[in-house]
């Protein structure tokens, strides 16, 4: 087992790749790991995750109160948005949000993650939905949040950001990648006439595949709250993972200002 300076250093680590790879800019960005039922290390606020240092890690309890911070370091202000997650899902044992360009541009639409367009998406991650906006550092957030957790394991956040948590850091980490990688995917494929999406039928065998992996978490082939209802899968609900019910329909307007806020925060 990883002692807790080396899980500091793995922190740090996981901070450098979120900033290195455009997930985060300035100071954006917040990472948490569950050391115990009542204690957490977590990036502090107003700090780039790219330049963290383990004496920069935070030790909070699961009320969020500090427990220890070196010097004037305080725990990331959304530190109760990752608190709702570990409280309502005990098999999360890290938290990770980030500002990835095309994900957060999704939810800058209001678009969720729902299309079935590559086998590994559909297998590995499942359905990304959009949690309602809220104030940055209120209980909003948590509170819309936690609409989601219990069916997904990432979660859009409405003209914010993205969430992702699991049973790792690194696993953490990597669902991030991953919901990055299918949003620039989607958008791409949308820029060149549409994607051709999976039938229900190839979607069912893929989630068959999922299962006989026995892979962990929270995903449609296991816990799908349309299914549960009689309605069609998450892949197929036409856009019913959005909070307000949204339709992921878009039209070429949705797809010019997807566009426009792209090049935006990439700068062009």
Do not use: W
Request: glycine share 8%; charged share 20%; aromatic share 8%.
């Amino acid at each position: 087992m990883q002692n807790e300076y080396e899980i500091k250093k793995e922190i740090c680590d996981i901070g450098k790749r979120i900033y290195n790879r455009n997930m985060v800019a300035a100071n954006d960005g917040n990472i948490s790991v569950k050391l115990s039922d009542n204690e957490f290390l977590c990036t502090p606020t107003g700090v780039s995750k790219g330049f963290m240092t383990p004496e920069y890690i935070c030790k909070v309890d699961a009320q969020g109160n500090v427990i220890q911070a070196n010097g004037n370091f305080k725990p990331s202000s959304e530190i109760k948005m990752h608190m709702r997650v570990y409280q309502e899902r005990p098999d999360v044992r890290s938290v990770v949000h980030a500002h990835p360009v095309y994900a957060t541009s999704f939810a800058i639409a209001g678009i969720p993650l729902t299309q079935p367009i590559m086998p590994e998406a559909v297998i590995a991650l499942g359905c990304v939905p959009i949690a309602k906006y809220g104030r940055p550092s209120t209980m909003e957030i948590p509170d819309a949040v936690s609409e989601y957790v219990q069916h997904f394991d990432a979660v859009l956040l409405e003209n914010h950001g993205a969430l992702t948590y699991s049973d790792s850091l690194l696993a953490a980490y990597l669902k991030m990648e991953s919901v990055e990688f299918y949003a620039q995917l989607l958008y791409q494929s949308r820029m060149l006439g549409g994607p051709k999406e999976f039938t229900p039928q190839q979607v069912e065998d893929l989630y068959e595949i999922r299962r006989q992996f026995g892979m962990k978490g929270r995903h449609p082939a296991n816990l799908c709250p349309n299914a549960k209802e009689g309605k069609p899968s998450c892949h197929t609900c036409g856009g019913g993972c959005h909070g307000d019910d949204k339709k992921s329909a878009v039209s070429a307007d949705v797809v010019a200002e997807i566009t426009k806020k792209v090049l935006e925060q990439l700068g062009r």
